[in-house]
Every structure is written in structure tokens, then in C-alpha cells.
């Protein structure tokens, strides 16, 4: 039978309303979850910038979005730069946070509870420390969360949420989910693209928390997944966040090697060792890797004993930066002042060593015995923890009784080390120190130097 033009009509407009409720029902039926990074206001790092912007993208958030069923509709917040908005409709809300940021998670975490919504926190101090966060959370996530996330959730939805999820194993890096970068607002970050492909770290450094909470079997991804994650980036520049990119040799010549087509820039975290291989050193520059982020920490064999980092060798400190110089690759070196065998004249050897060896940029560091690490068991043991008010334990302020100094003049040596780095003549007698990636050196001196003037003046 020949359907008639009203009867088409009819027709028509019965399917397209029949379409707008089912869609409609389905929004209502899909459920909020809003996952949260809280701020901290006191320390130099982590914080926005005068542009407002914040650093690197975090990936942990973003990753347990990728991780969450269809059927959830997930915002992420990220409180650096915008402000939380209690009144938000949600099912359920996720926080995680270092521990300088825990304050404010906790404020957070209170404030939507109090309107009736469900919280749950994860994250390195929510693992160290689940019983304190329990006091302001509904559910919390020790250890790594992709290995309990879709059974919390589902725990949710029938109204059996646990107070605790222990992951009791290590993720295997196969087969990742890829972090739901389309859910942040890249405007708000300096550095967009970032990723992982390792995790934990072969050592043990007594005031590292990444074994404490990665553990440390050194875990790898297969390059071919890591570089397809790269090849959908729509910027050339990307960081490697992991703990020691070069932690597995292998597995670190394979990643290089097979970045080297991509022909892309990049910078990671990786031991001193990486002076020691001279194919390895080689690769990282051939790859695209235009500076390291390494960790000398002391210049003091007796302090690297006692923090377990007897591997480094401050005698060879100096061939090591002329290698890694030579290969093209920028340095951005990481030192630890209060450290047992520390006393005044640390800060004025350190920067003397810098300015003699032109580390290209460095980050300064005050001891802090973050929860869950060796040190804190240690220092609380011999009661010299002074400070647990977390917002300080940014690596900026003192919140311990050093040993062969005081506090104060820990803070102030500190302060002067940092100003004396970046004063404008360090920075340009550093930067000047060879015309090869001079555009990245310059970067990264003003990308210091701004955080240093923010510092207060100290004399030694």
C-alpha cells in the first residue's frame, strides 16, 4: 500500500519524537561523576603561573575517566585553576592529592559531603595514610586505582560502597587505558601532552614515596602501545612522566630507537646513569630527548649512603654532566638540602658546583618526610617531625629538626639558593654556555627564575 504524504508526516515525526525521549531518558539515567584535583596555595611548585595556567597534566584523573563504564557522564576539575562549585550535580566525587594538596581535599571532600554526595579519595597519601582520610571520605582507594575502580563503582550502584579498596597487586602495563585528555581544558596547562611508559623505580630512596606506593618492581609498557599513544598527541613536545625513564636499559633503547622516526621533542626523569651507556646516551638525544631531569640530591657520599643512593658518586658527578652535554641534552638538576650531613656551607657548594659544571637549570629541595617513606618512619621514631600541618610538606618549608643546622637557617639557605641560581648573571652565563638547544635553556631559566624572585631575600 502507497503510504500517503500525512501519513509519512506522521510517521516521521513519531520517530524523531521517539528518538528526543529515548535520548532524553538517557541522559537522565546516566549518572555524574566528578573527579577533582585540589590546590595548594602555599608552596612555589605545582601552582599556577601569572598566565594562568598550571604545569604538567596529571594523569590520574584522566585515566580513571577512561576507565569508567559509558554510562557515567564524567567532568574533571582541576581546582589550580578554576573553582570548585559545590552546588554541582553528582553521583559520586573523586579526589586524589599529593600531600601539601590534602588540606584542601579534605576541605573539598566536606563540603560535598554535606550536601549528601558520595566522596571517594585515592592517591600516594590516601594510600599511607587511609584512616585519616576516612574522616572526610565515604570510600577511599589505596594503591594504584585501575585495579578496583569498575568494582567501587559498581559497589556504588547497588548501594554496597566499602570503606576501603586495596589494590593488592601492581598494574601490568599492558593494554592501558589512554587518559581522557578531551575532558581538560588545555589552555590551563604550560605542557599538555604527557605519559607514562614505566613505572616504580629499581631503587629505594629513603625519602622517596614512589616505591611506597609504585613499589619497586620496575614495570614496562610495550613500546608499540606507548608510541601510539605519542603518535595521537597534536603537539610535537610531549614528557615523560615516569620516576627513571632509562630504570630498565632494554627496554629504554627499544622506546628510543622506535621514537626516533617520530621525530618529536621530549624530556624525562633518568638517573646519572644515562652518562654510563654511551648508546644509551646517544639514543635519548637521537630520539628527541633535549634535557634530563636528574636527581644529584647531596654532594655528600655520606648523605647518598644514608638516603640508600650509594649508587650515585658525587666524584663523578662532573664527567657525567660533560657526556650528557656533549650528546646535546640539557640538564635540569634536582638537589636535597637537610639531609644529616648537611650543615651551612651546603648551599653555598652546591651552587658554586652548579655554576662550575653549568647545570642548565636546577630545583633545590628541602628534606620532607612525606607519610608512608622510610624517613618519616625514622624521623617520627626519633620525634624530630616538628610540623604535621600537610599544606607545608611542598619540599619548600622545614617541618623537621635538621641535625648540624638549624630550621631557620635551613629555610634561609635554601631561599638563598634559589636567588643566587637565578640571579640574571647565573642565568645567562649557564644558558650562554653553548649555542645547541639554546631556545630550551633560556625556557628554562625563566621558568625558575620566575619562582625564585616570588622567594624571599636571604642572606647566608
Known amino acids: 500500500m502507497v503510504q500517503s504524504y500525512q501519513e509519512r508526516l506522521l510517521t516521521d515525526r513519531y520517530v524523531v519524537n521517539r528518538l528526543g525521549s529515548l535520548l532524553l531518558e538517557n541522559l537522565l539515567l546516566n549518572k555524574k561523576l566528578l573527579l577533582i584535583l585540589p590546590r595548594n596555595n602555599r608552596g612555589f611548585w605545582g601552582k599556577v603561573s601569572k598566565s594562568g595556567k598550571a604545569g604538567f597534566v596529571r594523569l590520574s584523573l584522566p585515566t580513571l575517566a577512561a576507565l569508567t563504564p559509558p554510562d557515567w557522564d564524567v567532568e574533571i576539575l582541576d581546582a589550580r585553576t578554576s573553582p570548585v562549585d559545590f552546588s554541582k550535580k553528582a553521583d559520586l566525587v573523586g579526589i586524589t592529592a599529593f600531600t601539601n594538596e590534602i588540606p584542601n581535599a579534605y576541605e573539598i571532600a566536606d563540603g560535598f559531603r554535606a550536601r549528601g554526595v558520595k566522596v571517594v579519595m585515592g592517591g600516594v597519601h590516601v594510600s599511607a595514610l587511609p584512616d585519616e582520610a576516612l574522616q572526610h571520605a565515604d570510600s577511599v582507594v589505596s594503591g594504584e586505582a585501575e585495579l578496583v575502580w569498575k568494582d567501587l563503582l559498581q559497589d556504588l550502584e547497588i548501594g ?21 585528555r578531551d575532558l581538560l581544558d588545555r589552555g590551563m596547562y604550560s605542557s599538555f601532552n604527557s605519559l607514562q611508559a614505566t613505572r616504580g623505580c629499581p631503587y629505594n ?45 632494554r627496554h629504554a633503547k627499544e622506546l628510543f630507537s622506535a621514537l626516533i622516526p617520530l621525530n618529536r621533542v621530549w624530556g624525562g626523569q633518568a638517573s646519572i646513569n644515562l652518562a654510563r651507556n654511551d648508546e644509551l646516551l646517544s639514543l635519548y638525544a637521537q630520539s628527541g630527548g633535549k634535557y634530563a631531569f636528574i636527581g644529584f640530591e647531596t654532594l655528600s657520599e655520606e648523605n647518598l649512603k644514608k638516603m640508600n643512593k650509594s649508587w650515585n658518586s658525587p666524584d663523578a658527578y662532573g664527567e657525567a654532566i660533560r657526556k650528557i652535554h656533549k650528546a646535546g641534552i640539557n640538564i635540569i638538576g634536582s638537589f636535597i638540602f637537610g639531609i644529616d650531613e648537611d650543615d651551612t656551607s651546603v648551599f653555598r657548594r652546591t651552587v658554586d658546583f652548579i655554576m662550575e659544571n653549568s647545570i642548565d637549570a636546577a630545583q633545590f629541595h628541602i628534606l620532607t618526610p612525606f607519610p608512608g617513606t622510610r624517613l618519616f618512619d625514622q624521623m617520627e621514631k626519633e620525634g624530630r617531625i616538628t610540623d ?73
Open 160 to 180: 554496597e560502597l566499602k570503606p576501603l579498596y586495596r589494590a593488592g597487586s601492581l598494574v601490568e602495563m599492558s593494554g592501558m587505558a589512554i587518559p581522557r
Open 205 to 249: 630512596c629513603e625519602y622517596c614515596a614512589v616505591t611506597a606506593f609504585f613499589g619497586n618492581r620496575f614495570r614496562t609498557r610495550p613500546v608499540a602501545e606507548t608510541l601510539r599513544e605519542i603518535e595521537g598527541f597534536d603537539t610535537r613536545e610531549f614528557f615523560f612522566l615516569d620516576d627513571n625513564i632509562i630504570g630498565q636499559t
Open 388 to 460: 604535621r600541618d600537610w599544606s607545608k610538606y611542598h619540599t619548600s618549608e622545614v617541618v623537621f629538626k635538621p641535625k648540624n643546622m638549624t630550621a631557620e637557617e635551613l629555610q634561609q639557605g635554601y631561599w638563598w639558593a634559589y636567588r643566587e641560581t637565578y640571579s640574571l648573571k647565573s642565568m645567562l652565563r649557564r644558558s650562554l654556555r653553548s649555542p645547541k638547544n639554546l631556545a630550551v635553556r633560556v625556557g628554562l631559566n625563566l621558568s625558575y627564575y620566575n619562582k625564585a624572585k616570588k622567594m624571599p631575600a636571604a642572606v647566608l
